[in-house]
């Protein structure tokens, strides 16, 4: 063969072997992708409202902000003005509303940080009901809220402070931890 003939074939064959070369040392040296390893919303929505049913078709726990940020670095979900509404059968109808909160992967728990207010509206039992704290973990599923913060509930009548609070909706039971203080006004139920 012809020096002609040869050189087009070695010029093609050190192409691609430069061409493997530095995709190798890209790969090691930046890892993920650039846009993976910032934390950089993929999506925002705006006035966003995202409804769970329960097996009969009713609404069972409606939570809307007034903003939705997707980071999918770590795939956190992260909401500005959350409002969260849950009924379920035989327990009394709640709300919760906060200046920020997040979203877990999966949907059933809800993060609400910074002047969290939890309103359980009344029933055939018990009257109207407010809880205020500056952090409130929701189990839904479990009809469950806990804090490892201080917190106020209050009913009409009476009040109760505290550190670290869990609160049971199916059952009305409510737990404080450490730090309690109330009132109780003669009378009232």
């Not at 993976?36 to 009713?58: A, I, S």
């Not at 939890?118 to 189990?139: Q, Y």
Request: aromatic share 8%; glycine share 6%.
């Amino acid at each position: 063969m012809s020096t002609t003939r040869l050189f087009p074939l070695a010029l093609m064959l050190a192409l691609g072997l430069l061409t493997l070369w530095l995709d190798h040392q890209v790969r090691v040296e930046g890892g993920e992708h650039p846009s993976l390893r910032r934390h950089d919303p993929d999506y925002l929505v705006v006035n966003f409202t995202t409804t769970t049913y329960n097996r009969d078709g009713k609404a069972e726990t409606v939570l809307s902000a007034a903003q939705m940020q997707h980071y999918p670095d770590d795939d956190s979900t992260e909401l500005t003005g959350p409002r969260v509404m849950q009924e379920k059968p035989a327990q009394p109808r709640f709300t919760v509303q906060a200046d920020r909160g997040k979203v877990s992967r999966e949907g059933d728990e809800i993060f609400l940080y910074d002047n969290v207010v939890l309103v359980r509206e009344a029933d055939g039992t018990r009257p109207e009901a407010r809880m205020m704290t500056s952090f409130l973990h929701i189990l839904r599923d479990l009809s469950l809220v806990r804090t490892d913060r201080e917190v106020r509930f209050e009913e009409p009548g009476r009040w109760l402070t505290g550190k670290g609070m869990e609160y049971f909706n199916a059952t009305r039971e409510l737990f404080l931890r450490d730090d309690v203080h109330g009132y109780y006004e003669p009378g009232k139920k």
